[in-house]
């Protein structure tokens, strides 16, 4: 594979099967070309004549992708990518980063986003996702398969034919690349891809056996861009799709976000420990951002040793894979739960409440606010103790947020910084919240685009 930004590498070990556009089981299909009823080519490669690929190719506006033999070539863009709850699944608070981050380093790409439509809480502020009737989703937080995921945490499945995966750009999106991570089985059926409307790509997911794959979407002239990409399965076998990276070469910032709404970071030890590692390693981002916290605090239960553990894994996991990523972290915002329904004893009144009132102290202790997830607090204080002894930027989200009881007071400013549940923000919270975050992450930004790497963890 080509490199197309950050770090990217060929992984010959990585187990991720790279499709080029002229690969083996692969063809072009110029526009206006009438599909057959399984569109995949049983004509190797090396049978077509120069003459037939460079035909394809052209029709298509792609190239052949060349594999170096080890290693890769860095781009000059820079790579972020963002993982954590829903937070960062919505894209509200991380599209918002996004777009501060470009408007002064440049626009990289679109980056990797999910499929379809898994979660009401999974979205993407740079394209308009959207699945035909016949799709399906699998969750790797209750899949007893977990090692079927990519690093997005949800498949889109179907065993239809004709079913489409539409991602939809209001302007041209600029790309350089496109690859769809697709999933293959000894019964999988075939998928089209279509740029603008022409088909440019049909492929086989058939393997021996299951695993990932990606298929790679490159144009002839380097760059190019769409308004419309589409996957579209070609038989009735059953297909699977897991995300889609849309990547540009040149200057500028990719900021990618995997969100898992009601998630901990737990879950990022649900992926096999492999198809974890892989998975960093292809999109191989220069920063990493951990975004967790705010689920671990509801949890009355939680044991702040074992969760510090557990924390630390993920850590080494990543580390593992991106030696030279930096990682930063962004601690939990306040957050509340809701009062509850007054149900008074008879002839005694509820009591007046003013969420907007001033707290009984300015402390930062969970007996400031009755309301506060009852674990919050020692989250907070395990996350800063971590990143100061793993030596990782930390973001307090809680300090830019009003002492005490911060999410009301946040929800009862106009216009309201905070949903009326009191964990989520509205828009003009989270655009409050990405301009604070985005400042601190600049001078690591500054520092990845010098060429300087972490700091080791000695």
């Known amino acids: 594979m080509s490199v197309l930004g950050g770090r990217r590498r060929c992984l010959a070990t990585s187990g991720v099967v790279i499709v080029s556009l002229l ?20 004509t190797p490669t090396d049978k077509l004549s120069s003459a037939q690929l460079r035909t394809n190719v052209a029709a298509a506006g792609g190239e052949q992708l060349v594999l170096p033999a080890s290693g890769g070539q860095a781009r000059k863009s820079l790579s972020i990518l963002q993982i954590g709850d829903s937070h960062t699944a919505a894209d509200l608070f991380t599209g918002m980063v996004r777009q501060i981050l470009q408007e002064k380093f440049g626009q990289g790409g679109i980056g990797y986003v999910n499929v379809g439509t898994p979660h009401p809480g999974v979205r993407s502020s740079l394209l308009k996702l959207t699945a035909s009737s016949g799709w399906s989703y699998e969750d790797i937080r209750r899949s007893a398969r ?75 002239a ?71 916290g705010t689920n671990e605090g509801f949890d009355a239960n939680l044991d702040p040793a074992g969760y510090r553990e557990r924390y630390v894994s993920a850590i080494r996991a990543i580390r593992q894979a991106l030696p030279h990523a930096r990682l930063v972290m962004v601690g939990p915002p306040q957050g509340e739960r809701p009062v509850t329904a007054c149900k008074p004893a008879e002839g005694r009144p509820c009591p007046a409440t003013d969420p907007s009132a001033e707290p009984p102290a300015a402390t930062e202790r969970q007996d400031t606010c009755p309301q506060r997830p009852p674990q919050l607090d020692q989250v907070r204080e395990v996350q800063l103790r971590l990143a100061k002894a793993e030596r990782i930027p930390f973001w307090d989200w809680w300090a830019i947020m009003p002492a005490g009881c911060g999410a009301s007071r946040w929800a009862a400013t106009d216009p309201a910084l905070m949903s009326k549940d009191r964990v989520h923000f509205t828009k003009a919270g989270y655009r409050k919240s990405a301009a604070g975050f985005a400042a601190f992450l600049e001078p690591e930004v500054r520092a990845s685009l010098r060429g300087e790497d972490a700091v080791p963890n000695d």
């Open 23 to 42: 690969g083996v089981g692969t063809h072009f299909l110029a526009a206006g070309t009438d599909l057959p009823a399984v569109p995949v080519s049983t």
């Open 146 to 220: 977990p090692g079927a995921f990519g690093l997005s945490g949800f498949n889109a499945s179907t065993s239809r034919e004709g079913e489409v995966l539409t991602f939809a750009s209001d302007s041209p999106a600029r790309y350089s690349a496109i690859e769809i991570e697709a999933q293959t089985d000894p019964d999988a059926g075939s998928v089209v891809i279509e740029i603008d409307d022409v088909p440019v790509l049909s492929a086989s997911l058939a393997a021996a056996t299951a695993g990932p794959r990606i298929l790679e979407v490159r144009p002839t």
């Open 222 to 292: 380097g760059k190019a861009s769409f308004r419309r990409l589409v996957v579209r399965t070609g038989e009735a076998k059953p297909v699977a799709i897991s995300a889609v990276g849309i990547f540009r070469e040149g200057t500028g910032v990719t900021y990618s976000s995997i969100g898992y709404p009601g998630a901990t970071v737990v879950l990022l030890a649900r992926f096999p420990e492999k198809r974890f590692v892989d998975g960093l390693r292809r999109l191989a981002p220069d920063i990493v951002v951990l975004a967790f």
